[in-house]
């Protein structure tokens, strides 16, 4: 029993930082009139998710986002129980995260930011939206598969997953929020009924993270046992 539940906790616990300290940031921006900035905020994303990715990375492999949970059950590093049970628990992260959100922040600058729900940008259609998703995922797992999964991966712990999504909220931010995981969109939008093209926050990172299973699986990762 200890075996399921230890990492569906690291899961759990790393996927509610990255939501309460994201969407926080998202929040705290609003509430000092952009005082943290496109900067601040992915900073915020970016180092919360570098910390618990090293943290997690030995106990449940450091998912926290189904779309790296994805990815990985399409390259067969976990098995499809295994991966339906992180993604409860990550998405069970994102709505507790936000839960706590909502209770604790200043009502006023919690509600004006939806609680950090990304949103799609003025003149940025849907398909856009899902298109620019899926690339930053894209970007996103393969540093999962790069500098965590491969057994070529150099010991920098989480750091080049954070910087990925430090890079993601920078050049995505100001578009889409750069979410890149479903757990950290549909959180704060079930919490609070606010679902800014929802869609494009699972769409667009399922069809990023597979496309980086494929490529990784099929050319990047090294063939057990051999080296070129």
């Not at 098995?79 to 339906?84: E, K, N, T």
């Not at 200043?106 to 799609?120: E, Q, S």
């Not at 899902?130 to 894209?138: K, M, Q, R, V």
């Not at 920098?156 to 750069?178: E, M, S, Y």
Request: hydrophobic share 60%; proline share 5%.
């Amino acid at each position: 029993m200890r075996a399921i539940v230890r990492p569906l906790v690291a899961e759990f616990l790393g996927t509610f930082a990255l939501v309460f300290v994201g969407a926080g940031s998202v929040i705290m921006d609003a509430r000092t009139g952009g005082g943290l900035g496109l900067i601040g905020v992915a900073l915020a994303h970016g180092i919360v998710l570098a910390l618990w990715v090293s943290a997690a990375m030995r106990i449940s492999g450091g998912h926290l986002n189904p779309a790296v949970t994805l990815a990985l059950w399409m390259s067969r590093h976990i098995s499809g129980a295994g991966a339906a049970r992180y993604v409860g628990s990550q998405l069970a992260a994102g709505v507790a995260a936000a839960l706590v959100l909502q209770a604790l922040f200043p009502p006023a600058a919690a509600t004006a930011a939806d609680l950090g729900v990304p949103r799609i940008a003025a003149g940025l259609d849907l398909t856009r939206a899902i298109l620019i998703e899926a690339i930053l995922t894209f970007f996103l797992v393969s540093a999962v598969y790069g500098t965590v999964v491969s057994t070529e991966a150099p010991a920098i712990g989480g750091l080049g997953v954070g910087l990925a999504q430090l890079f993601a909220v920078l050049a995505g931010g100001a578009l889409t929020g750069a979410a890149v995981n479903p757990a950290r969109a549909f959180g704060p939008a079930l919490v609070s009924d606010a679902w800014h093209g929802q869609m494009a926050y699972w769409i667009g990172p399922a069809l990023g993270a597979a496309f980086a299973a494929f490529l990784w699986a099929k050319v990047l990762l090294p063939l057990p046992g051999k080296r070129d």
